[in-house]
């Protein structure tokens, strides 16, 4: 799996909305542009909430698939809410990048816009069982005002799968975000590495198992405002099944 989005994203890779199954289409619609360093995920002033329960909250996001149970069930990847998650707009079941272990290599330029995360996770699909919640958490880098102080969070969420035990940490970040840099994961046989730059920030001796998707999303978390659009960049995304 590779992707520069010199043209766009992939369309036989990307499915270029937010989880739309818990939602309707025009809520989970991510909004993009490409530039010559890549592709330019936005924020834009009109953008509505990606649900009116988690309002203010508002996303754009690029994934490697789809899966949910008919309008009304609670089947769908990524439960990751205990409020009562119900299927809004059935999807179909699209498993364009799921490896159950491998690597990938993610480059990217966050936002500093106040109340921006950028974020890259890989979510349990869901298909072949309610119990394949797992998530490595590969990053979530909230904005910051300036080029000092920029942390990220990395490790496991378990999500309730009673196999994995959640493990997250903070990493505090010797770079500029808002710069190209690669962040790279690798899970399996029991382990999952993160790293950054080549330089590893987390190990753990646990892995999901299970099939995964890619999850790339710019988050506005809190009341709108400043200057739009919010943005951050996707430069390329490299995947390996090993």
Known sequence: MADDFADGPDPDL????????????ERA??????????????IDADQPDWRPEDAPMRVSNLQTGSFSGPVGSTRGTHRHRPDGLTVRTAVPTRLSWAPRRGRVD??????????????????GTEQESERDRGEVCIFEIDA?????????RCGIKAHGDDRLVTDMVEVALDHDARTPHTWTAV????????????????????????????????FELGEP???YP???????????KV
């Not at 360093?37 to 936005?42: A, K």
């Not at 990217?108 to 950028?118: E, R, T, Y």
């Not at 910051?144 to 990220?152: D, F, L, M, S, V």
């Not at 590495?193 to 790339?216: N, S």
């Open 187 to 218: 899970w399996g046989d029991g382990e999952t590495v993160i790293g950054c730059d080549g330089v590893v920030v987390f190990r753990a001796a646990q892995a999901p198992r299970h099939p995964m998707f890619l999850m790339i999303d710019l």
């Open 144 to 152: 910051r005002p300036g080029a000092t102080g920029w942390t990220a």
């Open 14 to 25: 990307w499915v270029t909305s937010y989880l739309a199954h818990w939602t309707t289409p």
């Open 106 to 123: 993610i480059t990217v330029s966050a936002s500093d816009d106040p109340g921006c995360m950028l974020a890259a996770w890989l979510v």
């Open 29 to 42: 619609e991510a909004r993009y542009e490409t530039g010559p360093e890549g592709l330019v995920l936005r």
């Open 225 to 227: 405002g400043g200057e």
């Open 230 to 240: 919010k943005t951050a960049v996707i430069h390329a995304v490299r995947g390996w």
